[in-house]
C-alpha cells in the first residue's frame, strides 16, 4: 500500500533543509564557534587598548545568529507564502475583530484591533444576526466608568435625534447632563414640590385602539401595583390577595373616572383597608376577601403614610413633556437613609410613571438609562414589572441601558431554580449587549457562568482599567478604551467630591 504522502501546508511554508544541509551548518557553525574564541584570545590585550570602544557587537555568519535565537539580527529569511485569510486564521490566531461599522455612537478605540469603535442599537437591529434586542446591560465595580459612558450614550445619541431618559438617579448625578443638554431634571423627595403618580395614564397614542389601550393602562397599573406590595411583604402575593388588587383598583379607577380624576395610590390603599367595600365589589365568589387583603393594606400604606408619605400618592405636579430631549428624575434626597427600600419603591413608582409616558410607539428612537439598577435586582416583584416592561420595549422603539455592579448582583434576585433567579436570567437574555468593566477575582467565576465567557475573557475583565470594557455584542468580543472628550469629562465628573 502506498504511504499517503504527508504535507503539512497546501504551499511551502517551512523549507525542511536535507540531512547534508545540516551536516554542513553544524560545521560551520563550529568553525565559526572555534574562531570566534580563537580571536577572543589574540584580541585579549587589544580589547583592553580599546577599552571604551564597544566591540560586543557579535558577528554573525549570512544565515543568521546560530542555534534557537537564529531570528534575532533580521537575518532570518523564509520564502514567500501566499495563503487565504481562512487559512491564515488557523496559521495565525491572534485576529482582531473588523468591528461594528462606523455608524452610530462614537465610543472610543478598539484596543485589539486599534481602531475606532462605534455602536448603534438601533442601527445593529436586523443588521447583525443574534442582535434580537437594542437593550443593554453595563456592569463594573464601583468608580469604574459606567455611568460616564451611560452618559456619553445619552449625550452622543442626542446628536441623532433619540431622546434619553433617566427615571431614577439616586445620586443625582444626571441632573448637570440634562441641563447641559436642554432637558429637564424633576426632583423628589421629603418637602420638594415634586410629585409624581405612577398611576398616571399617558393620552391614547392614534395609532392603538380605545379598549386596547384601557386594558394596556389597566395591566400596568396592576403590576405596578403588585410589583410594590411584593417588595414590601418580602414574599409572593396569594391568589386572593390577587383578586383583592384587582377588585380595589377596579373600583378606585371607576370612581375616579366618573369624578374626571385621575387614581391614586392611597386611595386603592384605602379601598384594601376596608373589608366590607372590598366584599361587596368582589361580588359572589370571594366571601373573605376583606379579610385576605389586610397584608396589602398595610404594605400599601408604606407608600401613603410612611416615609415616602405625599411623593407618590398625589396628583403629578409636572406633565411629561414628549419633545424634551432628555428628561431625568433625581431621587437623591432620599437616599442615605438605613433602610433601602424606601429608595427601591421611590424608583419604582418613578419608572412606572416615566415608562407610562413612554407608551406612544410613535414616540421615535428613545434610551431609558437605570443607573444604579443592582438595587432592583434583589426584588422579584420589581424584576418582574422591568421585565414586563423590556419585552413592550423592542415595539416601542426603546433602548434600555441597565447599570449594575456585579454579574452575581442578577443571581440574588434567588436560588438556583428558582422564579426570581428565572426573571433576572430572563432579563439577562434580553440584552443582546454586555458590557462588562473590571470585576473582582471572586467574581469571575459567576461572570463567566452567566455570560458565557472564554478562560481569556474572564482573565481580561480582572485586569480592566477605567473606562476600559470588553463588549459582549450578540457573541462577538471587543475590548474597547471609552474615550471622553474634555468638555465630557468636566461635566460627567463624579470624582470632584473626592480632591
Ligand atoms: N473613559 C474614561 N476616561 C477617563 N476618566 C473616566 C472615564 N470613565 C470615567 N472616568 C472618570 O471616572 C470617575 C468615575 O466614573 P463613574 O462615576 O462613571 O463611575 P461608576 O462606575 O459609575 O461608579 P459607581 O459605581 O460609583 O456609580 C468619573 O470622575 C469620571 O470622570
Ligand atoms: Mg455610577
Redesign the pocket.
Known amino acids: 500500500m502506498a504511504r499517503p504522502s504527508r504535507r503539512t501546508s497546501a504551499s511551502p511554508l517551512f523549507t525542511p533543509g536535507g540531512r547534508r544541509d545540516r551536516a554542513a551548518l553544524k560545521a560551520t557553525r563550529r568553525h565559526l564557534a572555534d574562531a570566534a574564541s580563537a580571536a577572543g584570545r589574540t584580541n585579549a590585550s587589544d580589547t583592553a587598548a580599546q577599552a571604551g570602544q564597544d566591540d560586543s557587537r557579535p558577528v554573525y555568519p549570512v544565515s543568521g545568529r546560530p542555534g534557537p535565537a537564529s531570528a534575532r539580527g533580521n537575518r532570518l529569511k523564509l520564502p514567500a507564502h501566499r495563503m487565504t485569510t481562512a487559512v491564515a486564521a488557523g496559521a495565525y490566531p491572534f485576529l482582531a475583530e473588523g468591528g461594528l461599522g462606523a455608524e452610530g455612537l462614537y465610543i472610543?478605540r478598539d484596543v485589539h484591533a486599534e481602531a475606532s469603535f462605534c455602536f448603534d442599537p438601533f442601527t445593529l437591529y436586523g443588521k447583525v444576526s443574534g442582535y434580537t434586542n437594542p437593550n443593554v446591560l453595563l456592569a463594573?465595580?464601583?468608580?469604574?466608568?459606567?455611568?460616564?459612558?451611560s452618559?456619553s450614550f445619552a449625550l452622543r445619541s442626542i446628536a441623532f435625534g433619540h431622546r434619553v431618559y433617566v427615571p431614577c438617579d439616586p445620586?443625582g448625578?444626571w441632573t448637570p447632563v440634562a441641563e447641559a443638554l436642554g432637558g429637564t431634571s424633576i426632583a423628589i423627595g421629603p418637602g420638594l414640590p415634586g410629585k409624581l403618580n405612577p398611576l398616571d395614564a399617558a393620552p391614547r397614542p392614534d395609532s392603538v385602539p380605545a379598549r386596547e389601550w384601557e386594558g394596556e393602562v389597566r395591566k400596568r397599573r396592576l403590576l405596578l401595583l403588585g410589583s410594590l406590595a411584593r417588595t414590601v411583604l418580602g414574599r409572593d402575593l396569594q391568589p386572593m390577595e390577587h383578586t383583592a388588587l384587582d377588585v380595589a383598583l377596579d373600583t378606585v379607577v371607576t370612581t375616579a373616572e366618573t369624578n374626571g380624576r385621575t387614581p391614586l395610590l392611597g386611595e386603592v390603599a384605602a379601598t384594601l383597608n376596608n373589608p366590607a367595600s372590598l366584599d361587596e365589589a368582589g361580588g359572589a365568589m370571594s366571601g373573605r376577601l376583606g379579610e385576605a387583603a389586610r397584608d396589602l393594606a398595610h404594605a400599601l400604606r408604606r407608600m401613603v403614610h410612611g416615609d415616602l408619605a405625599g411623593m407618590f400618592d398625589a396628583p403629578s405636579t409636572v406633565a411629561f413633556d414628549p419633545t424634551a430631549p432628555m428628561l431625568t428624575i433625581d431621587l437623591s434626597r432620599l437616599s442615605g437613609g438605613s433602610d433601602d427600600t424606601a429608595l427601591v419603591l421611590a424608583m419604582t413608582c418613578a419608572s412606572a410613571w416615566m415608562e407610562s409616558a413612554l407608551s406612544d410607539p410613535g414616540g421615535g428612537r428613545r434610551w431609558i438609562v437605570y443607573?444604579?439598577a443592582w438595587r432592583l435586582m434583589r426584588h422579584p416583584g420589581l424584576l418582574q414589572r422591568m421585565q414586563a416592561q423590556w419585552k413592550l420595549s423592542r415595539g416601542l422603539g426603546i433602548a434600555n441601558l441597565m447599570?449594575i455592579?456585579r454579574l452575581s448582583d442578577l443571581l440574588t434576585a434567588g436560588d438556583e431554580g428558582s422564579r426570581g433567579r428565572a426573571l433576572a436570567e430572563g432579563l439577562l437574555a434580553d440584552c443582546s449587549t454586555r458590557i462588562i468593566?473590571r470585576q473582582e477575582t471572586d467574581q469571575l467565576h459567576a461572570a463567566a457562568t452567566l455570560l458565557g465567557l472564554t478562560t481569556v475573557e474572564t482573565e481580561a475583565i480582572s485586569h480592566l482599567g477605567?473606562?476600559r470594557g470588553l463588549w459582549k455584542v450578540a457573541g462577538r468580543s471587543f475590548v474597547v478604551?471609552?474615550?471622553?472628550h474634555p468638555r465630557e469629562?468636566t461635566l460627567?465628573?463624579?470624582?470632584?467630591r473626592m480632591h
Not at 478604551?481 to 471622553?484: A, E, G, K, M, P
Open positions: 472610543g463594573g465595580v464601583i468608580g469604574q466608568g459606567k455611568s460616564a459612558l452618559k445620586k448625578e443607573d444604579e447599570v455592579h468593566y477605567r473606562g478604551q471609552h474615550l471622553l469629562r460627567f465628573d463624579t470624582d470632584a
